[in-house]
């Protein structure tokens, strides 16, 4: 049985979602995996624009003929599916980070593939409230990315190289052998890749002695050493120092990878969740978080 087999796209009808469900296509049909479509229609408020417009229709009958309306989309979505990929549509109603949440969680999902934004124009500056909070709560790793409406078509998506970073948490091993396992069964080059801080080569206009850093790399490279061991990987080591977010962009960019691999815990890069945020706004490619 593959270690994928259940991959769940959340859909909002928009280029970006497009993008994310062609490559929702082509893990699906790679591991002959099953693909959940799901689109998530809120509760409408039930505040209308003018007194008289109450008297003709209510809040809930608003939602139904939503729910009715896309569910005729989504029958028809993707316009030219995957023919061997098994598609299973649903259409709920609710909070859509929630309903995504929740039927990843009861559905035994191995895979969340969405998009930073539904619509809207903001995704040079943050991540979709949504994607967010998926992010935050999903129970299995979450693949996302900014640029995903730029993705082909899924007969030509190909994987040739994966970067991981990570930040030599207890959690980095989960995160390595993921990239690892993905890696090996496309076939594909790994890339690991470390960043160290400014801090521990200077501090303000001061420097420090420039065996100190090489000290620090030797160290950061012998604890991915036995990183790797243990998780039975064998990837080229990238040591890096600045701000997590730019310096592992211009990694996966510079190395031309296809998939960027990073953790979602509430360590993260640094210490902080907030720096896996930016390092997957800051993306040059889709990215898996772990």
Wanted: aromatic share 8%.
């Amino acid at each position: 049985m593959a270690w994928l087999s259940k991959i769940l796209a959340p859909v909002a009808f928009s280029p970006r979602c497009q993008g994310a469900t062609q490559y929702a296509e082509t893990l699906a049909c790679h591991f002959q995996a099953e693909l959940d479509l799901l689109h998530v229609v809120p509760p409408h408020l039930g505040v209308f624009t003018a007194p008289e417009a109450g008297a003709y229709t209510t809040a809930a009958e608003i939602t139904e003929e939503r729910v009715a309306q896309s569910t005729k989309q989504l029958a028809r979505y993707p316009q030219e599916p995957c023919p061997q990929v098994a598609v299973r549509r649903e259409v709920v109603t609710g909070d859509p980070a929630h309903e995504i949440v929740r039927c990843a969680r009861d559905g035994g999902c191995d895979l969340i593939v969405m998009a930073t934004h539904g619509y809207g124009p903001f995704r040079r500056f943050l991540l979709g409230s949504v994607t967010a909070k998926v992010l935050h709560d999903a129970p299995c790793p979450v693949w996302t990315g900014p640029h995903l409406e730029q993705a082909p078509e899924y007969d030509s998506i190909h994987f040739q190289r994966v970067l991981c970073a990570v930040d030599l948490s207890h959690a980095s091993s989960t995160v390595l052998q993921w990239a690892g396992r993905f890696a090996s069964d496309f076939g594909a080059k790994l890339d690991v890749v470390h960043v160290l801080p400014h801090s521990l080569v200077q501090v303000g206009g001061m420097y420090f002695d420039p065996e100190w850093r090489e000290r620090a790399v030797q160290a950061a490279r012998e604890q991915i050493g036995r990183l790797q061991q243990g998780c039975g990987t064998a990837g080229e080591v990238w040591i890096e120092f600045g701000e997590p977010p730019a310096a592992v962009r211009e990694i996966a960019a510079s190395r031309k990878a296809d998939l960027l691999v990073i953790g979602r815990g509430r360590e993260g890069l640094h210490g902080l969740r907030t720096m896996a945020y930016g390092i997957l706004r800051e993306s040059p490619c889709p990215v898996a978080a772990i």
